[in-house]
């Protein structure tokens, strides 16, 4: 009988501590607050990047491949800075969709220490393949998403004429703008973290990121893999300059 309540106290415990970890990550992913609200509107065609749209006079734009992070872009995007503004463009899917997906696979993710806890301390080994199972699930559920959400964004394009939707937002509103790893800064680092290692390889040094203003006023994670180390510094250094204007 005391062993079987030992059991049970571990594998309790362990249960609290993984899902509290991971509820504060989930909190803090979905509840930062930003000193601006963003724009969402109709890209234009030279945002949406459509061949023979002429750049606005004073506009840099730069295209690269958007990380499945807090901003909901995914798929290829298009950053376009103007003098004292930022649109970003690209496929995109709405918050709920997006919440549903981020949290279902963290709290399956959240399950996955208190069974092997459970395997451990009971010498089950049917304990182990819940564990094994619920992984599988977070990840195929994460994985699934990941895979289908730019065909998403894709076809509201179509809809549109080839235009993408747009977040625009002033450049002063560009907080934390990393080079590589700070990808997933928000909580996405406990969500996603059995693969943070291997984006984090993958980031190496293209993948910009920055925090920065959705529709909905709250502070998000913006985060695009360019095509060229060159034009991550450049991307990264004017964004960084919008503190100085």
Do not use: N
Not at 144 to 153: D, I, K, M, V, Y
């Amino acid at each position: 009988m005391f062993r079987e309540t030992w059991q049970g106290v571990v594998t309790a415990a362990a249960a609290l501590a993984s899902l509290t970890w991971m509820l504060r990550a989930l909190v803090r992913l979905f509840s930062r607050r930003a000193a601006v609200r963003a724009v969402l509107r109709r890209a234009t065609p030279f945002e949406s990047g459509l061949v023979g749209a002429a750049a606005p006079e004073g506009a840099r734009a730069f295209d690269g491949w958007a990380y499945r992070v807090g901003a909901r872009f995914a798929g290829r995007v298009r950053i376009v800075l103007y003098p004292d503004r930022i649109a970003v463009a690209g496929p995109r899917i709405s918050l709920g969709l997006y919440a549903t997906w981020i949290w279902t696979q963290g709290l399956l993710l959240a399950l996955v220490p208190p069974a092997l806890v459970a395997a451990i301390v009971a010498l089950d080994w049917r304990w182990l393949l819940v564990g094994i199972g619920t992984f599988l699930l977070s990840f195929a559920i994460s994985i699934g998403g990941a895979g289908l959400w730019p065909g998403l964004g894709e076809l509201q394009a179509l809809e549109a004429g080839g235009c993408f939707e747009a977040l625009e937002f002033p450049g002063t509103s560009v907080r934390e703008v990393d080079v590589g790893k700070g990808w997933a800064k928000g909580g996405l680092e406990v969500v996603l973290f059995p693969y943070r290692t291997g984006v984090d390889q993958m980031a190496g040094t293209r993948a910009v990121s920055f925090f920065g203003p959705d529709e909905y006023g709250r502070e998000v994670r913006f985060a695009v893999h360019m095509y060229s180390e060159q034009d991550a510094q450049e991307l990264s250094a004017l964004l960084r300059s919008y503190a100085t204007r």
